[in-house]
């Protein structure tokens, strides 16, 4: 078994029912966190937070404003399950590092000792609300680019956006795999472009177009909240999704997680930094699902992820 762990996170897109179901029947630790969460977030979603994570349905736990707070619920839970069960002490290999994609840099800051467990939940659900919320106020979306490097995602967003239009790159995933962002006239147009420029798109299946200038209104929600929130120096390194090095400070965890809703998520670029500084590191991939395993084939045929999907 290697010496160190680094633990990556999900985002929004991986949430699927029954998530995190298998955790809490196997692990009392892994109960105790859709406990918590239920009592936190009350009726607030409408049900409570476990029942949306094991039940669904699918177009209730398919909205931003729910499927955060479960994702970050259901990552936490595999965590603290699988610690459990697996016995963690000492002689053990210890997390070097961890990394989440987008809404997962939550649960990687969290599990790092950022911020406790219902601080940080109260954060993911406003952050959900409130992108959800500037999500309906314009009608955008995202387009994902299959063949693009940022070169040319660039390219297709300058020759696609229209006066008064947000169109921008918001997602490096893996090399060839780039998601833009924008006004959804925008990204009819740009799907047009790419592939007269070779590329294969898809249209996303999302509320908006999020890390985007679109989501200033959210942003500017979150950073009060942010502001009010006690947040600790990590364990250990956590990668910011903005500048693709680790936080340095919780000063700097704050503006970046601000920043986040508005800057591009340069996930590719965590990986490479985090592979780069402890190659010999294995990497574990948090619940729910393996979206992460699979980015990681395109940007590191050699590095291997560990699902924790189920126990």
Known sequence: MPDTLIIICPGQGAQAIGMGKAWSEASPEARRVFTEADAILGDSLGAPLSQLCFEGPEDALSRTDISQPAIFAASVASFRGWIELTGFGPGDPSVEAAAGLSLGEYTALHIAGAFDFEHALKLVALRGRAMQDAAEATPSGMVALIGADEEKAVEVCDRARGAGEVLVPANFNAPGQVVISGSMSACDRAMAVAQELGMRTAKLPVAGAFHSPLMQPAADRLGDALADTPIRMTMGPVMSNVTAEPHKNPDGIRRGLFDQLTSPVRWSACCEFMINDQPH???????????????????????????????
């Open 281 to 311: 590191a294995e990497f574990h991939e948090l619940a729910p699902g393996k979206t992460l395993a699979g980015m990681m084939r395109r940007i590191s045929r050699g590095t291997k992820v560990i699902s924790h999907d189920a126990p």
